[in-house]
């Protein structure tokens, strides 16, 4: 009888548990995590004593590799998948420009359902904020456009000894749908924990319409996104991050909520 096929979450939790061991064992229960390990990480020779680096790196990629699987399960319910690319450079003592283009798409013959065009421009206050002024191009369902303007205060602080980062944004958005411009303000928090060359990061933000513009828009909270993802250094400036949100939306004539599959590159010089 053959090798029963461990699922992704099982995997993670023998990682874990083998990585306490100074060896990774061949036995016949880990066979298919073998195989699994030489396709994900060829460079990694599982015969040797294992160091804390390694271990971190096997469980990084077992958790990509759970949040895969979930994808595969989550595409049959038509979840979404948002792609972002990022750029940020350095212009002065505490300055700093953003670029960010993303794309949202349901499946492979939908790639432009939704896109976004944003540029920012960041100063530092103190050593714990910054203050972040942007312009954003929205390209949305049935080709209705959207321009936003946006003020953003970023907050980095701690919470019995955890790290925390604050990000509260007021929205100004110019909508094809309104006469007139209309406001909304975004709190996010965000918990980032790193390992080795890698880390993982725990989001949750909260959307609120300031406007009162029934049936489309009404003064409450409309929209809230709560997920997480993994990510990994590449080079010098480069990250890549995988993760997902599941996300509410109340359009004022109906609610919904999305599952959203993340894929971000993002390059930091700064």
């Not at 399960?73 to 979840?79: F, K, Y």
């Not at 002065?92 to 953003?98: F, R, T, V």
């Not at 432009?112 to 910054?130: F, K, M, N, P």
């Not at 972040?132 to 321009?147: A, C, K, P």
């Amino acid at each position: 009888m053959g090798c029963p096929r461990p699922d992704g979450a099982t995997e993670i939790a023998r990682l874990v548990l083998t990585a306490k061991k100074r060896k990774v064992r061949t036995s016949c229960d880990d066979r298919s995590s073998h195989s699994a390990w030489q396709l994900l990480a060829p460079n990694l020779n599982i015969e040797e004593e294992l160091d804390p680096r390694t271990e971190m790196t096997r469980i990084f990629f077992g958790t990509l590799l759970l949040i895969a699987s979930e994808l595969s399960l989550a595409v049959d319910h038509e979840t979404q998948t948002w792609m972002t690319a990022q750029w940020f450079a350095k212009l002065g003592n505490g300055d700093d420009l953003g670029l960010r283009y993303r794309s949202r798409y349901t499946d492979a013959f939908d790639l432009h359902r939704l896109q976004q065009y944003q540029v920012t421009y960041a100063r530092s206050i103190g050593d714990s904020s910054e203050l972040r002024l942007g312009y954003e191009h929205f390209r949305g369902f049935d080709s209705t456009l959207e321009n936003r303007a946006f003020p953003e205060l970023h907050h980095r602080a701690e919470l019995f000894g955890l790290p925390l980062k604050h990000r509260l944004r007021l929205e100004f958005r110019d909508l094809e749908a309104t006469e007139d411009l209309v406001y909304r303000l975004r709190y996010q928090l965000s918990f980032t924990r790193p390992f080795g060359s890698a880390y993982w990061r725990v989001i949750n933000e909260v959307f609120y319409t300031l406007s009162d513009e029934p049936p489309l828009l009404e003064r409450k909270v409309t929209q809230n996104r709560l997920g997480g993802a993994v990510g990994k250094s590449v080079g010098r400036y480069g990250r890549i991050e995988l993760g997902y949100q599941w996300a509410y939306f109340d359009g004022g004539i109906s609610e919904t909520s999305d599952h959203l599959i993340q894929l971000n590159l993002i390059w930091d010089a700064r």
